[in-house]
């Protein structure tokens, strides 16, 4: 597994990304692997972090700087869009709208979900 995120609460359960871009979801009270969701292959590199909001989207960053969100009620991706040229080292998620993320440039952003990744700040660290 390369990263790992919890489902918002209630739920007792969390997502895990795997080195081949399978993203498994596994129950607590079940003790196993509920189901998996595929995602997209080599173009967009390897998945670095994933975030989940409360309103059942999971987003899904690269090692390529893109950014996927899918629907996790039914594994639909619901859109997809490239911030920054770099790779993402982290994401998370500040409201149902805003998210966060850091590069490995020292760039940090500051992105709007239902604006299909508009960046609303970039902060670069020197």
């Known amino acids: 597994m390369t990263c790992i995120a919890n489902i918002?609460?209630?739920?007792?359960?969390?997502?895990?990304a795997t080195?081949?871009?399978i993203i498994k979801f596994a129950d607590l009270r079940s003790k196993s692997y509920a189901y998996d969701f595929?995602?997209?292959?080599?173009p967009y590199g390897?998945?670095?972090?994933?975030?989940?909001?409360t309103n059942n989207l999971l987003l899904v960053a690269y090692s390529t700087g893109l950014i996927?969100?899918?629907?996790?009620?039914?594994?639909?991706?619901?859109?997809?869009?490239?911030?920054?040229?770099?790779?993402?080292?982290?994401?998370k998620i500040l409201n149902d709208d805003q998210y966060v993320t850091t590069y490995n440039d020292g760039t940090i952003t500051v992105g709007s979900?239902?604006?299909?990744?508009?960046?609303?700040?970039?902060?670069?660290?020197?």
Do not use: Y
């Open 8 to 16: 918002a609460s209630p739920s007792s359960s969390f997502a895990c």
């Open 19 to 21: 080195t081949d871009n």
């Open 38 to 42: 595929r995602t997209c292959n080599a």
């Open 46 to 53: 390897s998945i670095k972090t994933l975030a989940t909001t």
């Open 68 to 91: 996927c969100v899918i629907d996790m009620r039914n594994g639909w991706i619901v859109d997809t869009w490239k911030n920054h040229e770099n790779e993402i080292l982290q994401m």
């Open 113 to 126: 979900i239902k604006e299909k990744g508009h960046l609303k700040n970039v902060i670069k660290v020197s």
